[in-house]
């Protein structure tokens, strides 16, 4: 597997699980845990001011660190230097964010 394609995978991994962490219902128990609350709504929207309620609340920084083991064990397992892991990380966490705002964008109209 060239790295493009592990990078898109990795992406979409990366994408996925954030998604699960962020926003849905399997990880509600965690977000609890960490201390975010809900809205008047019923959403999750309070954030404590810990490190991990600040990263709960940015799907971006979410992004990036559900990225950074992923890119590192898809370099292990294609057999690729670790030198890749880098660019591997920042890409998949780029095409986390680009889903999300494309999901988000369509959701909104």
Known sequence: MNVVSLSVLCGLATWR???L???EDAFEW??????IGHDSEGYPGVY???FWGRTFGCFWCLSLMTALPLA???ALLAKLSLAWSPF???AASAIAIWLEKQIMRTQSR
Do not use: C
């Open 88 to 90: 591997m990380w920042l």
């Open 48 to 50: 404590p001011g810990t």
């Open 17 to 19: 699980l954030s998604s």
């Open 21 to 23: 962490l962020h926003t």
């Open 72 to 74: 590192i064990g898809a």
């Open 30 to 35: 965690l977000r609890e845990w960490i201390g």
